[in-house]
């Protein structure tokens, strides 16, 4: 399930409607629309390619769902009785991209150190998500990859892996922190540049490591695994 559908149903709200399954008598009546597709990229294929980084299916990528904002919004404004800005001023847009442009690109043996290069992929990422954000002023923080059950699989038989006290892979999750300081680091530049703006970073990471850290408090529903070697 989407994040923002979990806070609608902490709040009873309405679903998000996905994008695809909209009619025109859906444009101006739904409570929000989910643009989200899985194993998206922020970058497209072609990007990824020129990185020697091939996608195992071809999803639409950040761009395209941009398109599919844009193309929303036509019949929205199209369709709304009253001033369309008006109408859009009380809403959010919240988007999330980075961790399947970086998935393809471990699966396929790119080391850390090379990604992290200057103009190679975080840096192109960032970027694309900065240019994005000028839609969607809500950004979130990649989590603790570390502690994905896949990461942790795909580690199994690095015997050079080293992990945290709570048996998350620490270099994934020092991976996912440098990709997020890169991004406070754009968030920083377009707030200067577009003051009017109310852009808003939703930090995942210190989120789900308050989770983690505090997990004895969150009752025996919760219990992370704990590594042998720490």
């Known amino acids: 399930m989407l994040r923002p559908n979990f806070a609608a149903k902490s709040a009873d709200l309405p679903l998000l409607v996905p994008y695809k399954n909209l009619s025109a008598a859906h444009l101006s009546a739904c409570h929000g629309v989910n643009f989200t597709y899985s194993g998206a990229t922020a970058l497209s294929k072609e990007a990824l390619a020129k990185k020697i980084i091939t996608l195992e299916l071809t999803n639409p990528s950040l761009d395209v769902q941009l398109g599919w904002l844009d193309d929303y919004f036509d019949g929205f404004c199209h369709n709304v009785k009253e001033d369309c800005t008006k109408a859009l001023s009380s809403s959010l847009f919240m988007m999330n991209f980075g961790t399947n442009d970086y998935g393809s690109a471990f699966r396929q043996n790119h080391s850390m150190e090379e990604i992290k290069k200057n103009n190679y992929l975080v840096s192109n990422v960032v970027e694309a998500m900065k240019q994005a954000i000028k839609k969607s002023p809500c950004l979130w923080s990649i989590a603790l990859d570390g502690c994905r059950p896949i990461s942790l699989a795909m580690q ?75």
């Open 156 to 230: 199994s038989a690095n015997k050079s892996a080293t992990y945290d006290r709570f048996g998350c892979v620490k270099d994934n999750n020092d991976f996912c922190k440098y990709h997020n300081e890169v991004l406070q680091e754009g968030l920083t530049e377009l707030r200067e540049q577009h003051p009017d703006v109310q852009i808003v970073y939703g930090d995942l990471y210190n989120a789900m490591q308050s989770v983690f850290d505090n997990f004895k408090s969150l009752g025996e529903c919760f219990s992370p695994f704990i590594h042998n070697d720490v």
